[in-house]
């Protein structure tokens, strides 16, 4: 867009237009978890497919759909301050950039969706082009330049029973009939059983689809340990140690159960000088395997780890973390960065983690797990990469980097959708919470709440068959938001009078 062109889109939006583009995308960002209000959906959406229908230009409709965006993000992932926090005299600076940056860079994403279903269809055909082209651009947030979906339209419904669509059609698919359901609503007036239908199919579709089948027992039990190290205090030199003799002692306790899992990055050095470490905590857990989280460095390349010890306290296996948080666990050309003192949050060593060589299947004494490190548990994508189905998914997290409001919780939202689309049981480690066994259709079975040490032991349960989902990933979707959008391009082309 050229600099008249923006100009132009800007006279055209009006500022009661794009004032109404941004609360609508705020008030939508309040079904996101902790609030959970769905019930501002259909005026938000509303709001949204009001604005593509009255915009001028493509142009217009381009800057409206980033406002409505830059709302949304912004509210919804206002967690983002929290990092900035943990040394305020050196990051809370940057704090107010780095919301303003993120959201208004994921919201380039919406503005295309608008644009296009101006630019590309006419009249009323302009609302279902924005349910494909929306849909398309969440697909592109989840997947371009490491993908980031988060809060996603999915995340929506974990405690509905639309949540139970997510075996067959996966989080994209709820997005789009979130989308589909709520966007024709702007046709009210005008069509009243075109705009209700889409909303009647959608609910019926979700009440229709039954509820996963109950698990059976593996006789299985998991200590679930939650240090609660907050994160100013985890990696201090007078404190660290405190939290390590606390997840020791949390191990030591009656009765003995099949394995003990830590949170990510639960031992303060490198594996490749924490021999003594390990062999106190396999004393202290009584021959017990443990998985912990930990770093290491192998040829100079240091990684972020989940490693297995056996009975005798000696690494047995180990996961090297893939997805990494960008800005977080590594810079973009962080050599050049760290020259200006520019390094990734998390990082405690050089200038980044490395990415180990991507998602693989641990055998636990339990059975097979897929571990997944803290961010990667929001990559359905990454999940689904396993060459072998797991009979469970096992996260470390810290997520005290995500403060104590939204974050955690919509990362907890995000583990409970994994494990019911894969149809697998999730056990969840979370430094400061919320730890967790979660059922293969996504119930809280035992958990820890937020801001509490202590740990729970939890029976494991059993994997359910295959899910559609997880044979099938995004592309059904993918596909169909393509032809759906070549439909109505085709149909809103031939009702265009020829001269």
Known sequence: MTAIGLRQAVRQLRPARAGLAFGGGALASLALAPWSFLFGLPLALGAAGWLVLQAATARAAMLAGWMFGLGYFAFGLSWILEPFQIDPERHAWMAPFALVFLAGGLA???????????????????????????????????????????AAFGQFWIDTPAANLLPWIGPQGLALLTLAAFLPLTLLRQAPAAALAPLGLAAAAAFAVPAPPQANPTGKTVRIVQPNAPQDLKWHPDHRWEFVRRAVAFSAEAPRPDLIVWPETAVPQ?????????????????????????????????????????????????????????????????????????????????????????????????????????????????????????????????????????????????????????????????????????????????????????????????????????????????????????????????LVPRS
């Open 108 to 150: 380039l994403f919406w503005g295309a969706a608008f644009g296009l279903a101006v630019r590309f269809s006419a009249g009323a055909w302009r609302i279902p082009m924005l349910v494909a082209a929306w849909s398309l651009a969440e697909i592109g947030r989840a997947y371009l330049l490491t993908g980031f979906p988060w």
């Open 270 to 494: 490198l594996l490749n000088y924490a021999d003594d470490t390990l062999r106190v905590i396999s004393e202290n857990a009584g021959g017990v395997p443990v998985l912990l989280g930990i770093q290491r460095e192998e040829a100079g390349a240091f990684y972020n780890s989940a490693v297995l010890l056996d009975t005798d306290g000696q690494p047995a296996a180990a996961y090297d973390k893939a997805h990494l948080v960008p800005f977080g666990e590594y810079v973009p050309f962080g050599d050049v960065m760290a020259r200006f003192g520019i390094y990734g949050f998390a990082s405690r060593a050089g200038a980044g983690y490395a990415a180990g060589p991507g998602p693989q299947v641990m055998d636990l004494p339990i059975g097979r797990a897929l571990p997944l490190i803290c961010y990667e548990a929001v990559f359905p994508q990454d999940v689904n990469a396993a060459e072998t189905r797991p009979d469970m998914l096992v996260q470390v997290t810290n997520d005290a980097w995500f403060g104590t409001r939204s974050g955690p919780y919509q990362h907890l939202v995000q583990a409970r959708m994994r494990a019911i689309e894969q149809g697998l049981p999730m056990i969840r480690a979370a430094n400061t919470g919320v730890s967790a066994m979660i059922g293969a259709d996504g119930t809280l079975l035992n958990s820890l709440p937020l801001g509490e040490a202590g740990f729970i032991d939890a029976a494991l349960p059993a994997p359910l068959p295959p899910t559609l989902y997880s044979r099938t990933g995004d592309w059904p979707v993918f596909l169909l938001c393509l032809l759906a959008a070549a439909a109505v391009f085709l149909r809103s082309r031939a």
